[in-house]
């Protein structure tokens, strides 16, 4: 059973250690039930993942539990599903109701270990086919209502697969049979596991096995990126990325410098100089398979950032995107002032054929950390920030947000 580290909730009743109970909450020195007014599945979901269980199979209501004694505590409670305690969610007030006993709420939980997925149809073993969810003892489909992208990813990840290359509907997939498990599954696409996205609830649904849900899966080894133009060997052009037998460009919808960085690391480069957009790079032909690749900058791998989907764009090739990008052997440090033979003075970056300073905004030991290891130093003793370092002239490379203040290092001894 999950451990309930809260201890504001719990379960009662001769199944409660299976996650299948009447809910009770302590407030006010006391235990008490919840009326089941209003009581649903989302309030189900977050009882649930609040007493350790991944997900809520139901939504229990009164006469499905045990009749509880003493106070009730809530009446009406309205969880909207995502919140981690049920005192966030809305509620009457403490001890307003009107309900009795044969009205208690309760709960039936469940946990990851009971929930498997799996793929069906002749393409299964390549990453494509009907989605099945095994659960309560029984595989079944997902219903392809608002079936997308996103959750495609999720189920494609928990798989083991990298990433979707597009979510199936009815008709796209083999028809199932049996169980229909799941309906309007509503992922964010970063969820770690299926069941961890919005639904209506455990086999609650109105759809036909001609609606079941599918997804078509890709590994990192079949995507691949190379770069395209005249200064294409220098670090410096068109992004394009093997896919489906083909290469293809990205739009320069919201690229950015975070994008930049994964595609430049995952070229072998130590980092990028900057983001570049359609004009700034030759115009490519032919497929143009991502847009809006929206990266936090730490991926491993671009197709780890989300997007709109392999194909899926409006754009041109007016509209490439490219990248500028750097080797570690292009970039130097140095300490410049008077006490820079100690290991203590203003930090310079040489990038470009220039010397130039980093601006302090943000600059913490951490960053000093790095610098000092970097110069040979074994370590840093403090981050120093403009004024306790004279200043610079000419360039000021590395910035924040264009705040003009010069960083420096102090190291440590060694």
């Not at 309930?4 to 996650?19: A, D, E, F, H, P």
């Not at 299964?124 to 079936?147: A, D, L, P, Y």
């Not at 394009?240 to 290469?247: I, K, L």
């Not at 900057?274 to 991502?290: E, H, K, T, Y």
Request: proline share 1%; hydrophobic share 30%.
């Amino acid at each position: 059973m999950p451990t309930n580290k809260n201890k504001t909730l719990r379960l009662q009743g001769s199944l409660s250690k299976n996650g299948t109970g009447r809910v009770e909450v302590f407030f006010n020195g006391h235990w008490g039930t919840i009326c089941d007014d209003g009581w649903d599945f989302k309030d189900a979901r977050v009882v649930c993942r609040q007493l350790g269980y991944q997900d809520a199979v139901r939504a229990l209501q009164g006469g499905q539990v045990p009749d509880g004694s003493g106070r009730i505590w809530l009446d009406e409670v309205g969880c909207k599903g995502m919140e981690e305690n049920l005192i966030s969610c809305s509620h009457k007030g403490w001890g307003e109701h009107d309900c009795n006993h044969d009205e208690d709420a309760g709960v039936e939980c469940v946990s990851t270990a009971n929930i498997m997925l799996r793929l069906q149809g002749s393409l299964s073993k390549n990453g494509t086919g009907r989605v099945e969810v095994f659960f309560n003892g029984q595989w079944g489909t997902i219903c392809g209502h608002e079936w997308d992208f996103k959750d495609a990813r999720v189920v494609c990840r928990q798989l083991g697969y990298k990433d979707a290359v597009r979510a199936l509907h009815g008709g796209q997939v083999p028809h199932g049979s049996e169980r229909i498990w799941l309906d309007k599954v509503e992922c964010k696409g970063i969820e770690q596991n299926l069941i961890s996205c919005s639904h209506r609830g455990w086999g609650e649904h109105d759809c036909s096995h001609y609606e079941d849900a599918g997804v078509e899966c890709i590994s990192a080894a079949n995507i691949m990126l190379r770069l395209q133009g005249s200064l294409s060997k220098n670090g410096t052009g068109r992004v394009e990325v093997f896919f489906n037998g083909q290469w293809g460009t990205i739009c320069d919808h919201g690229w950015d410098f975070k994008d930049a960085r994964v595609v430049c690391r995952q070229l072998g480069y130590q980092d990028a100089v900057r983001a570049l957009w359609g004009g700034q790079v030759p115009n490519g032909s032919g497929r143009i398979w991502l847009d809006k690749v929206e990266c936090k900058g730490f991926e491993q791998n671009l197709i780890s950032c989300s997007h709109r989907g392999w194909g899926e764009h409006d754009c041109r090739h007016s509209e490439d995107a490219g990248v500028e990008c750097i080797s570690a052997a292009d970039i130097k440090l140095r300490l410049q002032g008077s006490l820079n033979k100690n290991g203590t003075g203003r930090v310079e970056v040489f990038f470009n054929g220039q010397w130039g300073t980093i601006c302090d905004y943000g600059w913490d030991f951490k960053d000093a950390e790095v610098v000092c290891r970097q110069l040979g130093y074994q370590g840093a003793v403090r981050a120093l920030r403009g004024g306790k370092v004279p200043h610079g002239s000419g360039r000021i490379w590395l910035d924040e947000d264009g705040e003009k203040m010069i960083a420096g290092i102090s190291k440590t001894l060694e």
